[in-house]
């Protein structure tokens, strides 16, 4: 099925306001007055601030052989996001957004995962590498009702991952109802980095979203054209105009572009540099200093700021030249009394070594045609378009010869190795599983591809606009042991063919 604008507004307004539940965030975020928060964008309420609300890290029950095992519900709820007014809306284990789910390599993990919505929806592990059985993909639906059970065994670097609905036709209008959060990875390497790492404290989650409130409240999933949604008020884990209270000298923030299509320039409003010190995928091998970084969808980048005693400064996002960076907006302000010391950012960092492609990889090249094809293919949950020796690495050509799109692919990690003609920015150099890649040019990448075969269940890659996705902007590809990729069957047995819009 897939959810219309009509659909979703009868959904939240019926769903939502009538459903007393826990939110996963407590509504109690309105502080007193802090004033100066408020941006040329002018996000609702800005000269008020509300105190950052955090993600709750999700604790696990420990079976007796060590399996990690997490609970979820997809649920209805309202939450107070403007001051005064309940907003319909959709989380997990809560009213909007989920908690922060922690595992370590080496972890085996394991899922209850449960759909209270009256849709049917999945949970995809966005940046994990995992069987595709358990990627949480369009294939694993979960019916209204239903539950979802995966397990797989984490080994991959430390990294800051998230988790997210990606039903076939409905992702763009179930993240926006706020179904999004984040997965770290640790490892043993990242736990001795010397980079700031108690959660809440000195390392702060951030999720960053643009939303649209009509008068009532609700949310407005009005589009524009070629992109889709594109908010006017921006929030942070949920928290419009809000304030974080910074207790240290130093702060890493882990940030997620959790938007449906918005592109974030971001840096602080005095244009005070910090350290980038990871990726999408990873930490990077050594910090690089700069003053402004840009993530499009599904992107994340960690970073490190140096404040004193007295500081007062917002991130913001700055707008662009492009359709989906439109706009200068405050995002967060950060105010600094009293604050603990902290260690100078590591001159050299734990980040896993480029991707690096031997002279016989496989080369392939795919097309994005406008904003629902590639290489002159919709969408088919049938077809397979690709198939890919298990754990191979090629070179991957992504070509856009239109308005600005990103690339995204599951179960992968990729070193970008040139956008437009030219090296990545260092702050892009580490391993990446989403591109961004500009208006009428392209991105070309070496993707290792993950080291679990499986001829009948394919991964996705696809544009992470979200309207471009549920469009069609999308393909599928399968794993398959060396040396049988020719004799793997290229169609899926699916009740009610592949592709719907």
């Known amino acids: 099925m897939v959810l219309t604008r ?4 009868a959904g939240l307004t019926a769903g939502g306001v009538g459903v007393a539940m826990a939110a996963c965030f407590p509504d109690d975020r309105r502080g007193p007055p802090t004033g100066g928060a408020g941006g040329a964008g002018g996000s609702a309420g800005a000269a008020a601030g509300n105190v950052l609300a955090i993600p709750p890290l999700l604790e696990p029950v420990v079976r ?7 609970e979820l519900t997809a649920q209805e709820g309202a939450s107070e996001i403007l001051p005064g007014v309940r907003t319909p809306s959709w989380g997990y284990n809560g009213a909007l957004l989920g908690p922060t789910v922690r595992a370590t390599r080496g972890d085996t993990v394991a899922f209850d995962i449960r759909n209270s919505l009256r849709d049917p929806t999945t949970v995809h592990w966005h940046g994990m590498i995992l069987p595709a059985a358990m990627d949480g993909g369009p294939h694993q639906v979960i019916e209204a009702g239903g539950s979802w059970s995966p397990e797989w065994r984490i080994d991959q670097p430390a990294a800051t991952l998230w988790y997210h609905p990606h039903p076939h036709g409905d992702t763009a209008m179930q993240v926006y109802a706020g179904l999004a959060g984040l997965f770290i990875v640790d490892d043993d390497d990242s736990a001795t980095a010397g980079l700031p790492s108690a959660y809440g404290i000195d390392d702060i989650p951030l999720i960053l979203q643009d939303k649209t409130f ?9 589009r524009i054209p070629n992109f889709g949604i594109m908010g006017n008020t921006m929030l942070a884990n949920g928290t419009a105009s809000a304030v974080f209270h910074a207790t240290t000298g130093a702060v890493r923030f882990r940030i997620l572009n959790g938007s449906n299509a918005r592109r974030y320039n971001l840096e602080f409003s005095d244009g005070r540099p910090f350290q980038v010190v990871g990726g999408d995928a990873g930490l990077l091998p050594a910090p690089v200093e700069t003053s402004r970084v840009a993530i499009s969808p599904a992107e994340r980048v960690e970073l490190v700021v140096a404040l004193e005693g007295g500081d007062d400064v917002r991130l913001v996002t700055r707008g662009g030249g492009l359709d989906i960076d439109d706009g200068d907006f405050d995002l967060l302000r950060i105010t600094a009394e009293a604050l603990t010391p902290s260690s100078p ?3 050299r960092l734990p980040g896993p070594k480029p991707i690096h492609a031997p002279s016989t990889a496989r080369e392939r090249t795919f097309r994005l045609n406008g904003h629902d094809a590639i290489n002159g293919e ?3 949950l049938s077809r397979i378009d690709t198939v890919v020796a298990a754990g191979a690495v090629e070179i991957w050509t992504i070509e856009n010869p239109v308005y600005a799109h990103n690339f995204h692919i599951h179960g992968a990690a990729f070193t970008v190795l040139e956008v437009a003609g030219r090296a990545p920015e260092d702050a892009m ?3 990446k599983d989403t591109v961004f890649v500009p208006p009428r040019s392209s991105a070309r990448i070496a993707v290792r591809f993950a080291d679990h075969p499986d001829p009948s269940m394919p991964y996705m890659y696809h544009c992470h606009i979200l309207r471009h996705e549920d469009e069609g902007m ?6 398959v042991a060396p040396g049988t990729e020719k004799r793997t069957p290229l169609r899926l047995a699916l009740e009610g063919g592949g592709h719907e819009h």
Do not use: C, N, Y
């Open 378 to 380: 919709e969408m088919d």
């Open 214 to 222: 009509a008068d009532d409240g609700t949310l407005d999933p009005d």
């Open 345 to 347: 950012v590591p001159a």
């Open 474 to 479: 999308m393909g599928q590809f399968v794993t």
């Open 6 to 9: 009509r659909g979703f507004l």
């Open 64 to 70: 007796g052989d060590g399996t990690l095992v997490f």
């Open 429 to 431: 150099s580490g391993h």
